[in-house]
């Protein structure tokens, strides 16, 4: 069975593209939320929060995901990225690798 570029939903149709950028938009906007609030949370409780509302939404259905271009994934991993930076009060400039070991 060879792997199909785009689904039919309910006369939509729905390509990876699509579904990546969709996941990424709502990311970042629940990123730019909880980064309003961050303040007045604890450690654990921001945690949760990034757990909960990105982590899931990046995981969510991550086989469908497999053979996904190099462009698609990157978009994905800036998201795991801004997470990090927000968990551990990093600038945008500084490296994840060294923050997140």
Excluded: W
């Amino acid at each position: 069975m060879q792997p199909v570029r785009s689904i039919r939903d309910l006369g939509a149709d729905m390509t990876m593209r699509t579904h990546v950028t969709a996941v990424v938009r709502a990311c970042f906007a629940a990123l730019r939320q909880i980064r309003s609030v961050r303040r007045y949370l604890s450690r654990h409780a921001l945690l949760t929060l990034v757990r909960a509302l990105i982590v899931s939404k990046v995981d969510y259905c991550n086989s469908v995901l497999v053979g996904i271009s190099g462009q698609l994934q990157d978009q994905l991993q800036s998201v795991l990225n801004a997470s990090a930076r927000l968990v551990f009060s990093a600038r945008r400039s500084e490296r994840i690798i060294p923050i997140a070991s």
